[in-house]
């Protein structure tokens, strides 16, 4: 009964290694590197690639909801773009 309690212990302590060994190495990867397999539109929000496309109006304004800036609010002709916290609003054309 201690072998398997030993060998038991020892294979959690690995899977605990490999997951903090894991994690940490996918940290430490900067999307500054110069790689082909690093996106042009890593450093682009979602909303800010949507609101940047001229022929499509999302008819979209900045709301407020718990303290969190979203584009919830339905407003005619505006585009409506989040990053990093703030709130951009365009005209549609």
């Given at each position: ?42 450093n ?50």
């Amino acid at each position: 009964m201690t072998r398997f309690k030993l060998v038991l212990g020892l294979a959690a302590m690995i899977i605990a290694l490999s997951l903090v060994g894991g994690t940490a190495g996918h940290q430490a990867i900067s999307t500054s590197v110069h790689s082909p397999y690093v996106s042009a539109l890593s450093n682009v929000a979602v909303a800010t690639a949507e609101a940047a496309n001229p022929h499509r109006c999302q008819n979209r304004s900045c709301g407020n909801l718990q303290g969190i800036t979203t584009c919830t609010e339905e407003a005619l002709g505006t585009n409506c773009a989040v990053s990093n916290g703030v709130c951009t609003l365009t005209a549609c054309r």
